[in-house]
């Protein structure tokens, strides 16, 4: 079982906004603001998406951004396109003897 | 171009013990905080291991801890993941992923390099 949970599967259309949520406990985001989103097509390597609960890395579209409210981040995807199809999974740095824990996973379904 | 290639990967039986590699080319490795990382078949990320750019600092998830030994090789641009007792629970895509910053408050917890992962499978 994973330490963040995330829903198992949003869906949206072409051009609309999702918003997916990553809830955990105040021990598993520490005193930080380090929560990270990653992006997975099947058969891929995770890409970084959002670093620090809203930094992108250079190379990331702006429709990407990142947001963090008591124990829950966001991920909220805009202008959504075929290409955002895939898995996304949060993570935190914890700062304790595990570093880093991660969400389930979420599955998003352009329509 | 920044790249890890990750190799190592085997059918093992329970109780038995692997090592992983991953060489890192087009960055400057000595520099750079090294992770490992896994994915169950059909499950979400986990984070295995975590070394220091020197090697003086290594962490562990709880359920490696023990058994699992991570280290690198600054000469040779590689960092290692030793598994010993491995069990099924261990099947997985590893993954070796390069820290995203040198600055220590930025990224904490992020890996921006990943490499295309290495399959270990335990089974009897």
């Known amino acids: 079982q994973s330490a963040l949970t995330q829903p198992a599967s949003v869906s949206g259309s072409p051009g609309q906004s999702i918003t997916i949520s990553c809830t955990g406990a105040?021990?598993?985001?520490?005193?930080?603001?380090?929560v990270s989103w990653y992006q997975q097509h099947p058969g891929k390597a995770p890409k970084l998406m959002i670093y620090?609960?809203?930094n992108r890395p250079s190379g990331v579209s702006n429709r990407f951004s990142g947001s963090k409210s008591g124990n829950t981040a966001s991920l909220t995807i805009s202008g959504l396109q075929a290409e955002d199809e895939a898995d996304y999974h949060c993570?935190?740095?914890?700062?304790?003897?595990?570093?880093?824990?991660f969400g389930g996973g979420t599955k998003l379904t352009v329509l | 171009e920044v790249q890890l290639l990750e190799s190592g990967g085997d059918l093992i039986q329970p109780g038995g013990s692997l090592r992983l590699s991953c060489v890192a080319s087009?960055?400057?490795?000595?520099?750079?905080?090294m992770n490992w990382l896994r994915q169950a078949p059909g499950k979400g990320l986990e984070w295995v291991s975590f070394?220091?750019?020197?090697?003086?600092?290594?962490y562990y998830a709880d359920s490696v801890r023990g058994r699992f030994t991570i280290s690198r090789d600054n000469f040779k641009n590689t960092v290692y993941l030793q598994m010993s007792s491995l069990r099924v629970e261990d099947t997985a895509v590893y993954y070796c992923?390069?820290?995203?910053?040198?600055?220590?408050?930025?990224?904490?917890?992020?890996?921006?390099?990943w490499g295309q992962g290495t399959m270990v499978t335990v089974s009897s």
């Open positions: 087009g960055f400057t490795f000595s520099s750079f905080g």
């Open positions: 993570s935190s740095f914890t700062g304790s003897s595990t570093l880093v824990v």
């Open positions: 992923a390069k820290r995203l910053s040198t600055v220590i408050a930025m990224g904490r917890g992020a890996s921006d390099i």
């Open positions: 105040s021990s598993d985001f520490g005193v930080y603001n380090s």
């Open positions: 070394i220091s750019n020197s090697g003086g600092s290594t």
């Open positions: 620090d609960v809203s």
